[in-house]
């Protein structure tokens, strides 16, 4: 299985971003990595989350960005919404769900691996949904392949 991941692509008619990657490693290991507070923080930003699924990812240069975490059908999919408005000068101090974008991964086993693909969505509810796609279409290029580099040896 080869580790070279297209990019992540958009579609302005949808506001949509998507990105499949693959990874060598096994579905298990790749669900604690999306779902896992503490994996979440090694290969994307500090994140917390509480037992009800509320909590934050922390960037070093933007801040506290509010998530929950909203459905998941284990070890297959898992989806979050947070208020990651790049156009803003301040993020909300809590959770907005009428501004905010909805994410999900899903996992699937392939030979050698998984195959991880990410969806977000409802960029309409941001200040700028343009420039919000664009700039979470690279985010996920950077974040995901940084996933990649870490779990990809399959340890």
Known sequence: MTLDNPAA?????TL???RSIRIAAPVEKVWQAVTEPEHI????????LDDAGSGAIVFPSRGAVPLRR?????PRSVT???NNDDTL???PAHYDDARATEFT???AAVDGGTELTVVETGFAATSDP????RAHREGWTIELDTLVALLGGGQ
């Open 70 to 74: 909203i459905a998941a059908d284990a």
């Open 41 to 48: 923080s090694r290969w994307f930003a500090r994140t917390t």
């Open 89 to 91: 000068a301040a993020l």
């Open 16 to 18: 949509t971003v998507r």
């Open 80 to 82: 979050y919404r947070w």
């Open 9 to 13: 692509t958009l579609d302005e008619s």
């Open 105 to 107: 991964f899903t996992l």
């Open 130 to 133: 343009l420039t919000n796609l």
